[in-house]
Every structure is written in C-alpha cells, then in structure tokens.
C-alpha cells in the first residue's frame, strides 16, 4: 500500500496546474500488481484540462490493462475525485464494492473508501 501511495504523491509533485494551482496525483495498482500514475494537466480552456484519475487510466490501458484493484489520489486536502473521474474508475473495476479508494492528503491524513461508496448510482453497462 505504501509503494502506491508513494506514487500518487511522487505523480502529484508533477501535475501542471497554474490555473487552479491544485495539484493532483493518482496511481492505480492492477490485479497484475502493476502501478500506472498520472497526474492532472490544466489548460487556459479549463473543459480540455485532463484529471489525474482519468491519466493514470490512460497510462494503465496504453500499457496493456484495463482493470483496477485499488487506486491512491493524492491532493493538498484529501480531496475526492470529481464525478467525471468517478465514472471512468467504475468502467474499469471489476467489482466496485471490493474496488479501494485512498485519498492521501499532504499532512498525512488518509482517508479510506469502497468505489461503490463515492458513485453508489453510477452508469454500468453491464
């Protein structure tokens, strides 16, 4: 667990965020034991702006994967991630109820929840 919390951090210190200057980073960790980060990009037109959640899934389906076990965020306060970034993890967990999200702020504090818990409703084709 400390090995991705450690990325999400390390992914945060390089978000590019001049705009909102809210810097976040994300790691995932796949059934494969593999960790895929990233880290949110902002943009002057703010709807082009990339979330971190949403890169680190980028990142873990270029290389080949395309399910998550339990992913880290990393933020100044422990911040969830936004419903749009709530909606992509749910494509991508098998389970929902089993998927781990660990919200990492930069104090320490750590806040722990079950996908299902921050998007109880969401879309599921399946």
Same mark, same amino acid.
């Given at each position: 667990?400390?090995?991705?919390?450690?990325?999400? &951090?390390?992914? &945060?210190?390089?978000? =590019?965020?001049?705009? !909102? =200057?809210?810097? $976040? #980073?994300?790691? @995932?960790?796949?059934?494969?034991?593999?960790?895929?980060? #990233?880290?949110? +990009?902002?943009?002057? !037109?703010?709807?082009?702006?990339?979330?971190? %959640? &949403?890169? *680190? +899934? *980028?990142?873990? $389906?270029? /290389?080949?994967?395309?399910? @998550?076990?339990? @992913?880290? $965020?990393?933020?100044?306060? #422990? #911040?969830?991630?936004?419903? /749009?970034?709530?909606? +992509?993890?749910?494509?991508? !967990? =098998?389970?929902?109820?089993?998927? +781990?999200?660990?919200?990492?702020? %930069?104090?320490? *504090?750590?806040?722990?929840?079950?996908?299902?818990?921050? @998007?109880? =409703?969401?879309?599921? !084709?399946?």
């Amino acid at each position: 667990m400390s090995d991705l919390i450690e990325a999400a &951090r390390q992914a &945060r210190e390089n978000a =590019h965020a001049p705009y !909102s =200057h809210y810097k $976040v #980073g994300a790691a @995932i960790r796949t059934p494969a034991g593999r960790i895929w980060g #990233g880290c949110n +990009v902002e943009n002057t !037109s703010y709807p082009m702006s990339m979330c971190a %959640e &949403r890169n *680190a +899934v *980028a990142a873990m $389906v270029l /290389g080949g994967e395309n399910q @998550i076990d339990e @992913i880290a $965020v990393a933020t100044r306060d #422990g #911040g969830t991630p936004c419903g /749009g970034c709530l909606q +992509v993890l749910l494509e991508f !967990s =098998h389970d929902p109820a089993e998927t +781990v999200v660990r919200l990492i702020a %930069e104090d320490g *504090a750590a806040a722990e929840y079950k996908l299902i818990e921050l @998007i109880p =409703h969401g879309f599921r !084709s399946t």
